[in-house]
């Protein structure tokens, strides 16, 4: 849970200068935010050449430190592949020998132990993700001292009260397996609140630190204060701010689609992504690409584009991606289901030997057995047929040629009467042959079918019935339709939109 609340430690000292002048230690400050802009904006082919010039004024300490962060942070662009972990490690436990060794020889000074702290925070981040509990807590409690004997020497060192309120809020929020273990380390107690005041403080005037903070804050308010719109607030900022770092943007569009429920809008942050990757404007443009397909790919699905989340996947599948760890048996994986979806079924056998082929070892997914599963499991084919018509008539009638589209849609309904997409897709066809009466009844039907269906969709339902009932003069009816509409959850944000203008046009009559 700590994840990258220390990338910022090395430098968190410098946010003395906005309040008073810099203390005599402080050196190299400006020269060491313009590295961690670049660690930040994930540019890491640079941040050497950053650091080069920094170490110089600001002390080698301060480049140890940061060398690990950017180590991290690369890390974490990949968070499941272990490629970097030696590495890390070794760089991490550098940080925090030179560091240890500086606060022996300047024990009176506020900045080797803040320095110290930070290296401990770096390599705390990492113990989390790989899952080493009780080592992670013996760094967090280096990280409490280090900290709290910075801020003993120097109270108006804002920035390291960040740390020290992450700790006091995780140990007052943490489960009880995690209290147990802060009790054999023999680690006091937290306080939420406190804690939560101080990350906002270091947040709030740190000069530095806010990119960091932001991030950690993003997964508090996300995960335990219950605000998803402020934690989506804060990735956005980092993202205006660091455009080229597919994290933040990525995190978005995970957060829209497992939080929000809002398949339009994390497909749509997903594209953005992709652009950005084909563009060369997002840093590690391949993993970004490959990443922002398979999120393309899965809200496709989502929706019931099964064709074009094929696409999507057969691209992934020909980049042969090695980054992300394990996307491409992932997608062999979710090809072969897309297959099946379809009716597919020779080549959705292909594709799940394909995933079990490469699959990893570890196999951290468990792609293999997943595979295997539905290799022996054959799908309805005829619920896979009628979706399979229930898509065609759909692109039919995107290309205007509504015969061959009422042929589909109608034996679709025939094969599947109770799937509301196919319902949906037959009332937009019959709006385009101006039936009305016959539209709004499937319409309703798609309604009445409610959760079995993807909400963009029943959302869309909604607002065409009310569009219908207002044509026909049910004023009374189109308001109630309007009214769901405006906040069915996981609805478009497109359709909410259409529907309130409708309710305020239809009350201001």
């Known amino acids: 849970m700590i994840r990258t609340l220390w990338g910022s430690a090395l430098v968190v000292c410098a946010a003395l200068a906005a309040a008073r002048p810099a203390p005599r230690?402080?050196?190299?400050?400006?020269?060491?935010?313009?590295?961690?802009?670049?660690?930040?904006?994930?540019?890491?082919?640079?941040?050497?050449?950053?650091?080069?010039?920094?170490?110089?004024?600001?002390?080698?300490?301060?480049?140890?430190?940061?060398?690990?962060?950017?180590?991290?942070?690369?890390?974490?662009?990949?968070?499941?592949?272990q490629a970097l972990d030696a590495e890390f490690s070794a760089t991490a436990d550098r940080a925090i020998r030179t560091t240890e060794a500086w606060t022996e020889r300047?024990?009176?000074?506020?900045?080797?132990?803040?320095?110290?702290?930070?290296?401990?925070?770096?390599?705390?981040?990492?113990?989390?993700?790989r899952n080493e509990k009780l080592a992670a807590a013996r760094d967090g409690r280096h990280i409490k001292n280090a900290l709290e004997h910075a801020v003993a020497l120097d109270p108006d060192l804002d920035d390291a009260y960040f740390g020290i309120g992450m700790y006091r809020y995780y140990a007052?929020?943490?489960p009880a397996a995690a209290r147990f273990l802060r009790f054999l380390l023999l680690?006091?107690?937290?306080?939420?609140?406190?804690?939560?005041?101080?990350?906002?403080?270091?947040?709030?005037?740190?000069?530095?630190?806010?990119?960091?903070?932001?991030?950690?804050?993003?997964?508090?308010?996300?995960?335990?204060?219950?605000?998803?719109?402020?934690?989506?607030?804060?990735?956005?900022?980092?993202?205006e701010?660091?455009?080229?770092?597919?994290?933040?943007?990525?995190?978005?569009?995970?957060?829209?689609?497992?939080?929000?429920?809002?398949?339009?809008?994390?497909?749509?942050?997903?594209?953005?992504?992709?652009?950005?990757?084909?563009?060369?404007?997002?840093?590690?443009?391949?993993?970004?690409?490959?990443?922002?397909?398979?999120?393309?790919?899965?809200?496709?699905?989502?929706?019931?584009?099964?064709?074009?989340?094929?696409?999507?996947?057969?691209?992934?599948?020909?980049?042969?991606?090695?980054?992300?760890?394990?996307?491409l048996p992932l997608a062999h994986l979710r090809l072969g289901e897309a297959y099946d979806r379809i009716g597919s079924r020779a080549a959705a056998v292909n594709a799940y030997r394909s995933a079990q082929a490469s699959a990893l070892v570890p196999d951290a997914r468990n792609v293999r057995q997943q595979a295997a599963e539905r290799l022996r499991r054959?799908?309805?084919?005829?619920?896979?047929?009628?979706?399979?018509?229930?898509?065609?008539?759909?692109?039919?009638?995107?290309?205007?040629?509504?015969?061959?589209?009422?042929?589909?849609l109608e034996r679709s309904i025939v094969l599947n009467g109770s799937d509301p997409v196919a319902r949906y897709?037959?009332?937009?066809?019959?709006?385009?042959?101006?039936?009305?009466?016959?539209?709004?009844?499937?319409?309703?039907?798609?309604?009445?079918?409610?959760?079995?269906?993807?909400?963009?969709?029943l959302g869309n339902a909604y607002l065409e019935a009310a569009r219908l009932h207002e044509r026909l003069g049910r004023t009374e009816e189109a308001i109630g339709y309007y009214r769901t509409a405006t906040s069915l959850f996981g609805a478009a944000a497109d359709t909410r939109v259409a529907a309130t203008r409708a309710l305020t046009r239809l009350r201001a009559k």
């Open 172 to 174: 007052d929020v943490a």
């Open 425 to 457: 897709r037959l009332g937009r066809l019959l709006q385009a042959r101006k039936d009305d009466a016959g539209a709004l009844a499937q319409f309703e039907l798609t309604v009445r079918a409610g959760r079995s269906g993807p909400p963009p969709i």
């Open 187 to 239: 680690l006091p107690g937290g306080d939420r609140k406190e804690g939560l005041e101080q990350m906002l403080r270091a947040r709030n005037r740190g000069r530095l630190l806010q990119g960091e903070a932001d991030f950690q804050l993003h997964v508090i308010y996300l995960w335990y204060e219950g605000n998803t719109t402020r934690a989506l607030r804060l990735l956005q900022g980092l993202h």
């Open 241 to 327: 701010r660091y455009p080229a770092n597919p994290i933040f943007v990525a995190r978005i569009a995970e957060i829209q689609e497992e939080y929000e429920h809002d398949v339009t809008a994390s497909l749509a942050t997903w594209r953005g992504l992709l652009a950005a990757a084909r563009e060369q404007r997002a840093n590690a443009p391949l993993l970004s690409e490959v990443q922002a397909r398979l999120g393309i790919a899965r809200q496709l699905e989502a929706l019931h584009q099964t064709d074009d989340a094929i696409e999507m996947l057969q691209r992934v599948v020909a980049l042969r991606p090695i980054a992300p760890h394990g996307a």
């Open 378 to 408: 054959t799908p309805d084919a005829q619920r896979a047929e009628a979706y399979r018509l229930s898509l065609h008539g759909w692109r039919r009638l995107e290309s205007n040629d509504l015969p061959a589209a009422t042929a589909a």
């Open 106 to 129: 300047a024990p009176d000074a506020a900045e080797p132990w803040f320095y110290l702290g930070g290296a401990y925070a770096a390599r705390v981040q990492w113990r989390v993700l």
């Open 25 to 81: 230690e402080i050196r190299g400050v400006e020269a060491l935010a313009r590295a961690y802009d670049f660690i930040l904006e994930a540019r890491f082919d640079q941040v050497d050449a950053e650091l080069r010039r920094a170490c110089g004024p600001a002390p080698p300490e301060a480049c140890d430190v940061l060398s690990a962060t950017a180590l991290w942070w690369r890390i974490l662009l990949d968070p499941e592949s």
